[in-house]
């Protein structure tokens, strides 16, 4: 069972977890990373991120550094540059 969705930053990278509840205790949790995504350069610091969802459309992840603005799908298992989603 998966409770939340994280984000986490690191020099240019945001680093995508969820919380799931062990299989092996009904009390135990455990971060899963389920993607990592660099979306600026190593030495570019992530300032702010934000959700944002509108009705059907597909939600975005606004990623904002203090020289410009990425605007990434949110979900992005069907993309070509992933090899594998959890």
């Avoid at 062990?22 to 990373?33: F, L, M, N, Y």
């Avoid at 597909?58 to 203090?66: A, F």
């Amino acid at each position: 069972m998966i409770n939340e969705v994280s984000f986490f930053i690191d020099n240019g990278k945001i680093i995508k977890a969820v919380n799931a509840l062990s299989a092996e205790t009904r009390h135990g949790v455990r971060p899963i990373v389920i993607e990592e995504i660099q979306v600026f350069p190593v030495h570019i610091a992530i300032r702010g991120l934000k959700v944002l969802k509108s009705g059907k459309q597909e939600g975005r992840l606004v990623v904002i550094s203090d020289s410009e603005v990425q605007s990434l799908r949110l979900h992005r298992c069907d993309s070509n540059k992933i090899s594998s989603c959890r």
